[in-house]
C-alpha cells in the first residue's frame, strides 16, 4: 500500500470496517507514523465536535419548512433578529420611561391624551402606535381570561422550538397580539398590553443561552417550570435545561429528560435520546439500552434512531 | 458504468449508485415533486448538519443559518445533479463548499487573524481533562480549518473530503468526478502543509513526541 492510501486505513477504522489484516496495520502505523496519528486524532475529535445533541430533530424541521417555505415567509437570518431582539426592547424601554416621567408628574393632561391615543389605537384596524409597554421589573395580575399564545412556527409539533433564535419578544401589539393579555390599569384609563410571561421568560432564556450565559439561562428555565408548568414552553424550557446540565451533573439531567419522555408530546424522542447519553454517563446501562430501544421502536424515521440502530447492534452506547 | 460508494458516518453498506435508495427520490424531486423533496431533504439534512459542524464548529452561533444555506444551496443545486455520486455524497460536497465560503465570509468580515478558537465554558465545566489538554484536542481541527481557509479550492477541498469528513480518497476521488492520481496529488500538498504546521504547533507537541 502507498503512503498516501495509509489514511484510508484512518478513514475506515473510523467507520470500523477494518479486517483484521488492515487493523494490524493501522496498530503500528499509528505507533510509527505523525501522519497517521495526526489524522486518526482529528477525525475522533471532528466526530465527537459533528455528533447528534437533543434538540436536533427539531432544528432540522425548522430549517426544512425555512427552506420549502415560501420566500416572502424565510425568517430573517440570525444576526437579524439579534439586532431586533435588542433594539425593539430598548425602543419600548424608552417609551414606558417617558410615560413613567409623564405619569409622575401627574400630568392630568397627558394621561388624557394618553387615553385618548389608546382608544384610537384600540378601534382603528390597521396596526397602530405601539401601546405603552408597563416595565417588566412589576409583574401586574393577568386579565381572568388571559389569550392563548400564538403558536409559534415549529413546523410538525405542537410545542415551540427550543431555540426561537431571537424572535421579537411579544411586547409589541399588532405584530404579536395574540401573545399579549390585556390588563386594566388600577386607574382604568390606560390600557396596557402584557407579553405572556411565560413566552417572554422562555425568549429571555434562550438570549442569555446564546450570549454564553449559561448558568443564568438555566435559571430562568428553572423558574419557567415552576411558575409555568403547564405552558407551551414547559417542555423545551425543560429539554435546554437537561441539555445544559447533561455535562456538568448528568444525574441531574437524566432526571430531566425522565420527565420530559413522561409527558410523551413532540419532545419525547430527544427526551429518550437525552436520556440514553445521560444513563450511560451515570452508569445505568440498562436505561440507555431501554431508552434506545423505545426511540427506535417509537421513532423509526427520526434522525436519532439511526444512531440508535448502529448503537444497539454494535452493543455500544 | 456502477461504482460504490460509503456514506461515512453511518453503518450503510455498499451500494452502487443504482441502489442508491435516494436516487429515485432525487429524480422526483428535479422534476418538480414537492413532496419527494421534502422527503429528500429529510435524509440528507442531518449529513448537511454534520458537515456544517465540522467545518465551523458545533458551537458556533451560526450553525442553523449556515445549516440552511447549506440546505437552500442543495436544494438549488439538484438540478445540476445527474448520479455521477451518490446523493448523500453531492449533498456532502455541497454543504461543504457552502460551509466553507461561510466560514471564509466571516473570517473576512472579522478583518484580522483569529488567535486560537476560544474554549467553551461549558466544555471545562463537568471535563475532568485540564484545559490545555483541551486545547491540544481542539488544535488538530483548528488547523485543519486553517488550512481549508487558505489552500487552493482543489487542495481545500480534498483535504477537507478526506480530513475534516472521513471520506477514502477513491471517494473523494468519485465525489470530485477528478481520477484518483489528481486527488492523491492534491491530498498530498495539502496534507505536507498540514504536516509542517503540526510540527511547529506548540499544542501539539505530545502528539509529535508520543509518535517513534
Same mark, same amino acid.
Given at each position: 500500500?502507498?503512503? =498516501? ?14 479486517? +483484521? ?45 425555512? #427552506? ?7 425568517? +430573517? ?8 431582539? #435588542?433594539?425593539? +426592547? ?16 401627574? *400630568? ?29 421589573? !412589576?409583574?401586574?395580575? =393577568? ?20 431555540? =426561537? ?63 409555568? =408548568? ?6 423545551? !424550557? ?12 448528568? !444525574? ?43 426511540? #427506535?421502536?417509537?421513532?423509526?424515521? *427520526?434522525?436519532?434512531?439511526? #444512531?440508535?440502530?448502529?448503537?444497539? *447492534?454494535?452493543?455500544?452506547? | 458504468?456502477?461504482? %460504490? ?5 453511518? /453503518?450503510? &453498506? ?9 436516487? &429515485? ?7 418538480? /415533486? ?5 422527503? %429528500? ?5 442531518? /449529513? ?27 436544494? /438549488? ?38 488567535? &486560537?478558537? &476560544? ?39 480534498? %483535504? ?43 499544542? %501539539? ?8
Amino acid at each position: 500500500m502507498s503512503q =498516501p492510501e495509509y489514511t484510508d486505513l484512518v478513514c475506515k477504522a473510523h467507520r470500523q470496517e477494518l479486517n +483484521p489484516d488492515e487493523e494490524r496495520r493501522l496498530d503500528e502505523l499509528l505507533q510509527t507514523s505523525l501522519e497517521v496519528r495526526l489524522m486518526d486524532h482529528m477525525l475522533s475529535e471532528f466526530e465527537r465536535e459533528s455528533r447528534m445533541c437533543p434538540g436536533d430533530d427539531m432544528l432540522l424541521a425548522r430549517i426544512q419548512e425555512r #427552506v420549502l417555505g415560501a420566500p416572502t415567509s424565510a425568517r +430573517p437570518p440570525a444576526r437579524a433578529r439579534r439586532l431586533t431582539m #435588542v433594539l425593539l +426592547p430598548a425602543a419600548v424601554l424608552l417609551v414606558s420611561t417617558l410615560a413613567g416621567a409623564g405619569m409622575w408628574l401627574g *400630568s392630568g393632561r397627558f394621561t388624557q391624551l394618553t387615553a385618548i391615543w389608546s382608544s384610537n389605537s384600540a378601534t382603528k384596524s390597521a396596526p397602530a402606535a405601539p401601546t405603552v409597554h408597563k416595565s417588566r421589573v !412589576a409583574h401586574p395580575k =393577568p386579565a381572568s381570561t388571559p389569550s392563548t399564545p400564538a403558536a409559534p412556527a415549529a413546523p410538525d409539533s405542537a410545542a415551540p422550538p427550543v431555540e =426561537p433564535l431571537g424572535e421579537p419578544l411579544p411586547t409589541v401589539t399588532g405584530s404579536t397580539g395574540a401573545s399579549t393579555q390585556s390588563v386594566h390599569a388600577p386607574t382604568g384609563e390606560l390600557r396596557m398590553n402584557i407579553p405572556n410571561p411565560s413566552s417572554e421568560l422562555f425568549a429571555r432564556a434562550n438570549l442569555l443561552r446564546r450570549e454564553g450565559r449559561g448558568a443564568d439561562a438555566a435559571d430562568l428555565y428553572r423558574q419557567l417550570l415552576e411558575r409555568y =408548568p403547564r405552558s407551551r414552553e414547559a417542555g423545551p !424550557a425543560r429539554l435546554a435545561l437537561a441539555k445544559y446540565l447533561h455535562a456538568k451533573d448528568p !444525574a441531574r439531567a437524566l432526571i430531566e429528560y425522565r420527565a420530559l419522555a413522561s409527558s410523551g408530546g413532540a419532545l419525547r424522542a430527544e427526551a429518550l435520546w437525552g436520556i440514553s447519553e445521560s444513563a450511560e454517563r451515570v452508569g445505568e446501562r440498562a436505561l440507555a439500552d431501554r431508552a434506545l430501544n423505545d426511540l #427506535v421502536r417509537e421513532f423509526p424515521d *427520526s434522525p436519532y434512531a439511526e #444512531v440508535a440502530r448502529a448503537r444497539i *447492534s454494535h452493543g455500544t452506547p | 458504468m456502477l461504482r %460504490l460508494v460509503r456514506v461515512p458516518g453511518t /453503518n450503510a &453498506p455498499i451500494r452502487s449508485v443504482a441502489e442508491d435508495e435516494l436516487w &429515485p427520490l432525487a429524480q422526483a424531486a428535479i422534476e418538480g /415533486n414537492v413532496v419527494a423533496l421534502r422527503t %429528500l431533504l429529510t435524509a440528507v439534512s442531518p /449529513n448537511i448538519l454534520r458537515v456544517v459542524r465540522r467545518v465551523i464548529g458545533a458551537s458556533h452561533p451560526d450553525v442553523e443559518d449556515v445549516t440552511q444555506e447549506c440546505a437552500v444551496e442543495f436544494v /438549488n443545486a439538484l438540478r445540476r445533479f445527474r448520479g455521477e455520486s451518490s446523493v448523500q455524497h453531492f449533498a456532502s460536497r455541497v454543504a461543504l463548499r457552502a460551509a466553507m465560503n461561510a466560514r471564509r465570509r466571516q473570517r473576512a468580515a472579522k478583518r484580522g487573524t483569529p488567535g &486560537p478558537e &476560544p474554549i467553551e465554558a461549558d466544555e471545562t465545566a463537568g471535563n475532568h481533562s485540564p484545559p490545555d489538554a483541551i486545547a491540544a484536542s481542539r488544535a488538530s481541527m483548528q488547523l485543519a480549518r486553517e488550512l481549508c481557509d487558505e489552500l487552493p479550492a482543489p487542495q481545500a477541498e480534498a %483535504l477537507a473530503l478526506h480530513c475534516v469528513l472521513g471520506y477514502t480518497m477513491s471517494e473523494v476521488a468519485s465525489i470530485c468526478g477528478a481520477p484518483l492520481e489528481t486527488v492523491r496529488s492534491r491530498l498530498r500538498a495539502a496534507k505536507s502543509a498540514l504536516m509542517a504546521r503540526a510540527l511547529a504547533d506548540p499544542r %501539539l507537541r505530545e502528539l509529535v513526541e508520543e509518535t517513534a
